[in-house]
């Protein structure tokens, strides 16, 4: 079972178009990612699925679900 965030993230890879950057994944819940200082966490946590198999980084910096 992921923590909330984690599924929140999941799923927002998911319902977006192929593949998605770490400023998607935070524009979409309405979160403001304008200020780095809040985008450079956001940007860890897909990274972070993406260590653990949830999720694939692509080498461009985005992120597609694993199939």
């Known amino acids: 079972m992921l923590p909330p965030d984690s599924q929140r993230i999941l799923g927002v890879v998911r319902q977006g178009a192929g593949r998605v950057r770490a400023r998607q994944v935070g524009e ?34 985005r992120f597609t679900i694993r199939l």
């Open 28 to 61: 979409m819940p309405g979160m403001d990612v304008g200020v780095r200082g809040k985008l450079e966490p956001l940007r860890g946590k897909p990274v972070r699925l993406a260590d653990r198999g949830w999720l694939r980084k692509l080498p461009d910096g």
